[in-house]
């Protein structure tokens, strides 16, 4: 088993990274300190549950726990203040105290809302986060952002909440379909962009095996969480360095937003964001332009979208500037001058329409 940590203090957490380790959820419990007899709530979603929720149920009861599953429906447009609402009915029904852990098995819906809800409920239960899509896997389940859509927004209700651990078993990924395994690449291929230049060689070197989930797939997870890792203990309330992970997403959220929740899966968002935000950065005379091809064109061999749905450039800025990482009005984006390395620069809307007439006319 592969062990990464976190390092954040008192608040440091591993990352158990092993195949088979969905069965000993409940081992992995009591090395971190769970007593015996406690209650745990396992909240995940009717696919997920329908696939391991009784491998995760029979695992906590072997090592002594009562394991309560809680299941929501599946899909982004139930990331809500009303399905969190739900939850917390549950908790509240089964008497869950403030030691009583939750337990979020499923993919990066399941894994932001169960944990918005562990930050709130209480305030603030533990959090174990136990990821079974690839995008959650390498992203959304390590570095503590927990949150429910808006309306007007993703992503705008939430808290900063780290979790005691994260488990990933990288077998679970057999159980999705081909385009929920795409979606989870994108945020690979981010780590490589904004941070190692060798990491996105290989993953243009061994894109078939990667699609076949073999071994360097495992490889390609242990380091993108390696790199989450290294940021999130730098920098864990986004104040600096943390915001490079946001490469592609604020292009990608406002695209997830106005085609309607649902449309696009996350990492299929990102993945458009990322080609938009490399266009942006040549346009601006911040990297050359091989540079944007050579992320296009990984992104398009990796079965991703590298072009938006056609939405008016006016809505996508409306849409960019209710985004949470702006500032003082002025919108912010993640840059790349090269491949490993990114800037922060703001970006005016002059710029931005300009950008969309070249672009996207």
């Known amino acids: ?31 971190l300190g769970f007593k015996s007899g406690a209650k745990v709530a396992v909240i995940t979603n009717n696919v997920v549950g329908g696939i391991y929720g009784a491998k995760a149920e029979a695992s906590l009861k072997i090592s002594g726990f009562n394991p309560v599953i809680i299941t929501m429906p599946d899909g982004e447009q139930y990331k809500t203040i009303e399905q969190a609402s739900k939850l917390y009915d549950s908790l509240i029904e089964y008497r869950f105290e403030r030691s009583s852990p939750i337990v979020a098995l499923g993919g990066g819906v399941v894994g932001d809302i169960a944990g918005f809800v562990a930050a709130t409920y209480l305030r603030g ?15 959304s389940s390590v570095g503590g952002k927990t949150a429910v859509n808006h ?3 993703k992503n705008l209700i939430g808290a900063f909440y780290q979790p005691k651990a994260v488990i990933i078993d990288p077998q679970a990924l057999t159980t999705l379909d081909a385009r929920e395994v ?32 073999g071994y360097d797939l495992a490889i390609a997870i242990a380091t993108s969480c390696a790199i989450k890792a ?20 604020t292009f990608g959220h406002a695209v997830e937003a106005l085609a309607g929740y649902g449309t696009y899966r996350h ?52 849409s960019i500037k209710l985004d949470k990482k702006v500032a003082d009005s002025r919108m912010r ?10 800037e922060l620069r703001d970006v005016s809307e002059t710029e931005l329409t300009a950008f969309f007439e070249r672009f996207y006319p």
Do not use: W
């Not at 984006?333 to 990114?342: A, C, H, K």
């Open 230 to 249: 290294e940021i999130v203990s730098a920098d864990e309330r986004e104040s600096g360095l943390r915001a490079i992970l946001n490469f592609g997403h």
């Open 333 to 342: 984006f993640v840059l790349v001058s090269g491949m490993g390395e990114v």
């Open 1 to 31: 088993m592969k062990t990464i940590r976190v390092e954040l203090g008192e608040r440091s957490y591993p990352i158990y990274l092993r195949h088979g380790i969905l069965s000993s959820i409940g081992a992995c419990l009591t090395e």
């Open 151 to 153: 309306p007007k927004g």
């Open 182 to 213: 795409r979606a989870g690449f994108a945020e690979i291929v981010k780590y490589g962009v904004i941070r190692d230049k060798e990491f996105f060689t290989f993953l243009e070197e061994k894109l078939l095996t990667l699609l076949d989930l």
């Open 125 to 139: 239960v533990p959090l174990i986060q136990v990821p079974t899509t690839l995008l959650a896997q390498v992203d």
């Open 267 to 318: 990492g299929e968002a990102v993945a458009i964001g990322m080609v938009m935000a490399a266009k942006l950065s040549v346009m601006l005379g911040v990297c050359k332009p091989a540079v944007a091809e050579r992320i296009e064109k990984l992104v398009s061999s990796l079965g991703l979208p590298v072009e938006p749905p056609p939405l008016p450039a006016d809505d996508v800025i409306a």
